[in-house]
């Protein structure tokens, strides 16, 4: 569940005004008996939760009393995933959901917070709740003793918008309240120590004149931050926008391994190999739930591809059953590597490479003299060939399959090389990156439909009295068929457009 909330801070005289001035025509304001709320917070000893935007808890009075929250994409928002559970007996998912900012270590109360709540809900004409205000008076509790109170509005949006939050917020600021940000009742009650940054550093942009070691410093923060942000939405099954949590996941693994071969020179051998070996572990097994993704998103397009000329849908419905399943064992393989103790050490190498990545001394020159060197080695490989033959520009359309895979591999590979020294390179960078990400489209269109093409036949094989889902298999097949046909029809002139001159003047 994502949540989206504001939060004010109040003086204890503070009186919650009429919010109906807020609501829509015919909404009205229904106020809940008053409830008391007692939080018993983990965190690891450094608070490593708390520190990174997260937290875990127990709240007596909750149907579902364990908690965890952790960071979304804008400030405001967090994911909150509530589980049942006896006090002290913290669910092994939820211990998992945080491993991201724990990294295996020990899990321990923290804090103990007791809540007095009086909360409002506000729904419109319909009955729909559009968003709960929750007047909280807070008491930080040291055994039977109160340590510290405060006193905190939280505005949580429902079925509303942005902007009914920004119209409770200008109620409740005319009648004293003051905008809070959006820190947590656990960092509040927690103190400086709880405020202090997080152990993983974030991206924070290049200086004007940067060292070639502010450039991988800064992608590997970026690519670091993308896994580890993915995490616990990989685990919860959940979308990301239009695309996965698996996807997105995977991705950061990529670009990651593929900065650090092409800033090679500029970090230690034996760090990048190492790091690298490890997030391909990780990326081999996001893999699989991937490709079954792919697959069957492939299938419902293809399926669906020609009204003119429909599949049979039960059929069609056989064959996403048994990817599913794939999918499904895949996912069930992927967990076990999450939970592994491998996994947790990774997790903690990334945040170590995050924070200071194991540099050479050439690392220190400027970035301008020394970046534009490193994309040649992977560009010369996808013009000419791996042995200064069979380069991209001389894929035929009679070559095997497996070539044009490869090709799309060294495509790929110098691609992120490219986008790696946009920073630093500029308009050129960017706009050969662009002109490579077509060519890209091109060759993962005749993969993706390779590939697909094979698993339908395979798929049919494997269930050979099937005589409709055979036939089915077939036809989707050579759908597939007519894909490749094109892109290969199509790449020529792709190619071309590519290696125009003014694209490429800037490489050495």
């Known amino acids: 569940m994502l949540e989206e909330e504001r939060k004010y801070e109040a003086d204890p005289a503070y009186a919650v005004p009429d919010l109906a001035p807020a609501l829509p025509d015919g909404g009205r304001v229904v106020e809940r008996s008053p409830a008391t709320l007692t939080a018993t917070y983990l965190d690891t000893s450094d608070l490593r939760l708390a520190r990174a935007g997260a937290s875990l808890r127990h709240r007596k009075g909750d149907p579902l009393p364990w908690t965890v929250k952790f960071p979304a994409d804008l400030p405001g928002r967090r994911h909150e995933v509530s589980r049942p559970g006896r006090p002290g007996r913290l669910p092994a998912e939820l211990s998992a959901l945080v491993t991201a900012y724990s990294r295996g270590a020990a899990l321990a109360p923290v804090a103990v917070v007791r809540t007095v709540r009086r909360a409002y809900e506000l729904r419109d004409a319909d009955d729909r709740l559009l968003a709960e205000v929750a007047d909280d008076a807070v008491s930080v509790l040291d055994g039977r003793k109160v340590r510290a109170t405060f006193r905190e509005i939280e505005v949580e949006l429902g079925d509303g918008d942005a902007e009914l939050l920004d119209r409770v917020g200008e109620v409740l600021c005319a009648a004293g309240a003051r905008s809070g940000g959006f820190t947590p009742k656990l960092v509040r009650a927690l103190g400086p120590a709880a405020q202090e940054g997080p152990d993983l550093v974030a991206p924070a942009g290049l200086p004007d004149e940067p060292t070639a070691g502010d450039v991988v410093t800064d992608a590997v923060r970026k690519h670091v931050r993308r896994i580890l942000a993915h995490d616990p939405l990989v685990r919860l099954r ?64 293809t399926a669906t591809g020609d009204p003119l000329s429909p599949l049979d849908e ?44 194991r540099l050479t001394k050439r690392a220190g020159q400027p970035a301008a003299d020394v970046l534009p060197r490193l994309v040649a080695k992977p560009w010369r490989r996808l013009v000419f060939g791996a042995d200064g033959v069979d380069g991209a520009g001389e894929l035929g359309p009679t070559d095997p399959d497996e070539r044009w895979h490869d090709t799309r591999i060294d495509g790929k590979k110098a691609r992120y090389a490219v986008n790696a020294v946009k920073p630093v390179v500029g308009a050129p960078a960017r706009n050969l990156g662009k002109a490579l990400s077509k060519v890209q489209d091109l060759l993962g269109e005749h993969q993706d439909a390779a590939v697909a093409a094979d ?54």
Not at 258 to 280: G, N
């Open 314 to 357: 039960a059929a069609v419905a056989r064959i996403d059953q048994v990817l599913a399943v794939r999918q499904e064992s895949a996912l069930a393989a992927l967990d076990e590597v999450l939970t592994s103790d491998r996994y947790a050490a990774l997790v903690e190498e990334l945040v170590a490479a995050a924070r200071e990545p």
């Open 238 to 301: 959940v979308p990301v926008g239009d695309d996965t949590a698996v996807h997105q996941m995977r991705v950061g693994c990529r670009r990651l391994r593929s900065d650090l071969r092409t800033f090679r020179p500029l970090t230690k051998s034996s760090w990048s190999r190492a790091l690298r070996d490890e997030v391909k572990w990780l990326a081999d097994a996001l893999g699989g739930p991937r490709d079954a993704e792919v697959l069957r998103d492939r299938l419902r397009r």
């Open 455 to 508: 698993a339908w036949l395979s798929i049919a094989a494997e269930h050979p009295a099937d005589h409709a889902l055979a036939v089915t298999a077939g036809r989707l097949a050579e759908r597939e068929r007519q894909i490749i046909h094109r892109v290969r029809a199509e790449f020529p002139q792709r190619w071309s457009q590519a290696t125009e001159h003014q694209l490429v003047a800037w490489l050495p």
